[in-house]
């Protein structure tokens, strides 16, 4: 029986209803070949994708959003569909070019204490990624990084061989724009005022962001950007993702709004008056299901490091 023939589930397929799709045989087969226990919304956004850039053929694509937003597992279903349409992806999770816990350290003793934390811009090794996504592309054996979350450190390596025909990256602040300087004198969180009274860590890491990471999302040819409901909904998806961690390896509920303090700032820029200039909006909803999605129509396709008024 050859794909297209055969008996498909009964379904509504709400989300190509929103984004005004028709719904052909092959993406219908497409979402039925995808990971039945992923949520049903992500699976029919990843085969709506993979189906568009398969005609567009971006080279670099980016998925940005909050913790807990669902962008490894809609990277690992848009992979999944892209390879059943015949497009070799690779993915790059941002989490996994860390910078190693001794090279942290040496931020924080060079430039401030906070940088020994992992997360915000500053704390990756953001060059090393924009090399990989270019080498992708190549007939050629390219080493990723690994990085675990458990022992916050870098745990070793992988090869792949290239050439992939897609490099998606995904990361929390894939997109993310840098602020004014004068948005930055005030503090906005605890975290802020009493380890960063000078302002010295949130001007470095605003560099960061304006320099180094501004340089590789202008390398991306399209973005996609999963908008949270607001901060709470980050720290609960948080807590979430710790429980089903190891226990050894799990943060406490009080370390989960330390930790996401961090975050805070780019975040929630993110959602408000800096959000990314994203060729495609996914708003969530509180139970994670998609509530909407947005093709913002003032945004131009490239520059997407410039700051934002």
Not at 48 to 54: F, I, N, P, T
Request: aromatic share 6%.
């Amino acid at each position: 029986m050859s794909r297209g023939e055969h008996q498909r589930p009964s379904r509504s397929f709400r989300i190509a209803h929103l984004m005004g799709r028709e719904v052909t045989p092959l993406h219908a087969d497409c979402v039925a070949s995808l990971d039945p226990t992923a949520p049903s919304d992500y699976r029919e956004l990843a085969a709506l994708l993979a189906s568009d850039w398969r005609e567009r053929r971006p080279a670099h694509v980016g998925l940005g959003g909050g913790q807990g937003a669902g962008k490894s597992t809609l990277a690992r279903l848009i992979e999944s569909a892209c390879s059943f349409l015949g497009t070799r992806v690779c993915v790059l999770g941002l989490d996994d070019f860390y910078l190693p816990l001794s090279e942290r350290r040496r931020l924080a003793a060079e430039v401030h204490p906070l940088l020994e934390t992992r997360g915000p811009p500053g704390t990756h090794d953001i060059e090393a990624c924009r090399e990989a996504m270019e080498s992708l592309h190549h007939d050629v054996e390219t080493r990723l990084p690994i990085f675990d979350k458990g022992l916050d450190d870098r745990s070793g390596f992988r090869r792949v061989r290239g050439p992939f025909d897609l490099v998606l990256l995904e990361g929390w602040c894939v997109g993310a724009r840098p602020a004014r300087e004068d948005r930055l004198v005030e503090p906005i969180n605890a975290l802020e005022r009493d380890r960063d009274p000078d302002g010295v860590w949130r001007r470095y890491v605003n560099g960061q962001l304006a320099g180094s990471y501004a340089r590789v999302w202008e390398r991306l040819d399209w973005l996609a950007f999963l908008r949270v409901p607001d901060l709470a909904a980050i720290r609960r998806w948080r807590f979430q993702q710790e429980a089903a961690r190891p226990v050894a390896n799990r943060l406490s509920p009080e370390d989960v709004e330390s930790f996401v303090a961090f975050f805070e700032r780019i975040s929630l820029d993110m959602l408000g008056p800096l959000p990314p200039r994203a060729d495609l909006e996914i708003d969530l909803a509180a139970d994670h299901s998609i509530a909407a999605l947005r093709v913002p129509k003032e945004s131009p396709p490239v520059d997407r490091g410039q700051t934002r008024e």
